[in-house]
């Protein structure tokens, strides 16, 4: 069974930064794109970052870009996001996602519980 | 504001078919395949639709998906209240190298 875990959501000053975790399990990982996406209190879903299967493809949401990195270790089947420079408007949910592309169509086919991330003074 | 343009709320009665659209634009729609998830109250989103219309295993075939230009549309038939829920569509945009999503689309059955 496909298992998606995020960890280490908290409350954050603004300007502070997080390290999320998410520890996948039921499935060869490594053979994975994944990504994180983010869900504001009461609003709708947003990607934040996607990284490939080795760590060569990285990409960014604008509103993430020069302060979110993403990172994986394979050894370990966990993805990372490390938050630097944060503020109000990075509130939310995070989860993380497992990537399938077929013949170029990618979606998100499972999806974690997910982490809140609150910051506030 | 989202890139993709759903209507914020939706509704019908049990046994009735209710349609969500989703508009979008030539970078995301228009050069690639929609999906669509359903997020039920306090919890994770999960996958109803990929590629315009294929359903995951589980899901029930009330739940249709179809693609045309640059816009899509979810329906659901035979309504029933556990489809209570959040809907959003998404497409991968040319520009962005990543999703983007509907606003989404408040689903009540009355």
């Known amino acids: 069974e496909v298992q998606l875990v995020e960890f280490g959501g908290g409350l954050v000053k603004p300007g502070g930064s997080l390290r999320l975790s998410c520890a996948a399990s039921?499935?060869?990982?490594?053979?994975?794109?994944m990504n994180w996406v983010r869900q504001a209190p009461g609003k709708g879903l947003e990607w934040v970052s996607s990284?490939?299967?080795?760590?060569?493809?990285?990409y960014y949401g604008d509103s993430v870009k020069g302060r979110f990195t993403i990172s994986r270790d394979n050894a370990k089947n966990s993805l990372y996001l490390q938050m630097n420079s944060l503020s109000a408007e990075d509130t939310a949910v995070y989860y993380c996602?497992?990537?399938?592309?077929?013949?170029?169509?990618?979606?998100?086919?499972?999806w974690g519980q997910g982490t809140l991330v609150t910051v506030s003074s | 504001q989202s890139v993709l343009t759903q209507p914020p709320s939706a509704s019908g009665t049990p046994g009735q078919r209710v349609t969500i659209s989703c508009s979008g634009s030539s970078s995301n729609i228009g050069s690639n395949s929609v999906n669509w998830y359903q997020q039920l109250p306090g919890t994770a989103p999960e996958l109803l639709i990929y590629?315009?219309?294929q359903r995951p295993s589980g899901v029930p075939d009330r739940f249709s998906g179809s693609k045309s230009g640059t816009s899509a549309s979810l329906a659901i038939s035979g309504l029933q209240s556990e489809d209570e829920a959040d809907y959003y569509c998404a497409a991968w945009d040319d520009s962005l190298n990543g999703p983007v999503f509907g606003g989404g689309t408040q689903l009540t059955v009355l």
């Open positions: 039921g499935f060869t990982f490594s053979r994975h794109s």
């Open positions: 996602a497992r990537e399938v592309c077929n013949g170029g169509n990618c979606y998100f086919d499972y």
């Open positions: 590629i315009n219309n």
């Open positions: 990284i490939s299967s080795s760590s060569n493809y990285i």
